[in-house]
């Protein structure tokens, strides 16, 4: 069945430094890939999403990076701040008579100060 | 920043009653969605609502579930009779449009079934 699933639980980064949260998926079919962040005790945030016919987009501070070959998708967060600790979440979404969102695990980041 | 409100913000109750989570979603929104989020685990879709009537629901979305949109501007998610495994944080959630991946979540409710 279709899955969208993270490879690590938690990551710890330095603060200021770069950090890196994967996601795999299995279904071929979806339109857009979505990043989603939940800080503790609120409801996930939008941070940024890409099209499948696309293989990078950036926004501030964040970039996300598609590998439809491996079904890969992954957050890149530069120059951490104690405020990105969170848990984070990809999700899929087919936006053709389906615009429900299909989340992942979450990965728990936490910056170091 | 547009601002999804939902109460209450913690639900007690007891195994077998009934509960009402409502949800004020940003006004001239037209889609509407509820996922849950079991403690620890991911967020999972549902139902969504369009046009006064459901447009898909997931397996969790048994007879025990029901939506309304009773006045226009809230949003309610009734469970008739609750079980141990309803316990969960409940979002409301809508986009600015139909296929509009930005979906903005309300806090949750935290449902405690006891």
């Known amino acids: 069945g279709e899955s969208v699933g993270l490879h690590l639980p938690t990551l710890s980064v330095q603060e200021g430094d770069n950090s890196i949260i994967n996601c795999a998926y299995s279904n071929s079919a979806s339109d857009y890939f979505i990043w989603y962040k939940q800080e503790s005790g609120k409801g996930p945030q939008f941070i ?17 990076l598609l590998n439809k070959t491996v079904k890969h998708l992954s957050l890149q967060i530069a120059a951490t701040q104690p405020g990105d600790s969170a848990v984070y979440f990809c999700a899929e979404l087919r936006s053709f008579g389906n615009e429900k969102l299909t989340f992942g695990t979450g990965t728990r980041l936490t910056i170091i100060p | 920043e547009p601002e999804v409100t ?14 009402i989570l409502r949800c004020v979603p940003i006004s001239n929104h037209l889609y509407f969605y509820w996922y849950r989020q079991i403690l620890g685990q991911k967020v999972e879709f549902l139902v969504s609502f369009y046009n006064n009537e459901i447009s898909e629901k997931s397996e969790i979305f048994d ?3 029901s939506v309304e949109r009773p006045d226009g501007s809230n949003f309610t998610l009734k469970i008739r009779s609750t079980k141990l495994e309803d316990s969960a944080m409940y979002f409301c959630a809508s986009p600015l449009a139909a296929f509009n991946n930005e ?7 935290r449902l405690t079934v006891l």
Not at chain 2, 6 to 14: A, D, L
Request: glycine share 10%; no cysteine.
């Open chain 2, 103 to 109: 979906q903005f979540f309300g806090p949750g409710t």
């Open chain 2, 6 to 19: 939902q109460t209450p913000s913690h639900q007690v109750t007891q195994m077998g009653q009934e509960v």
């Open chain 1, 48 to 64: 940024i999403d890409i099209r499948s016919n696309m293989d990078k987009r950036q926004g501030q501070r964040v970039t996300v």
């Open chain 2, 63 to 65: 007879d025990q579930f």
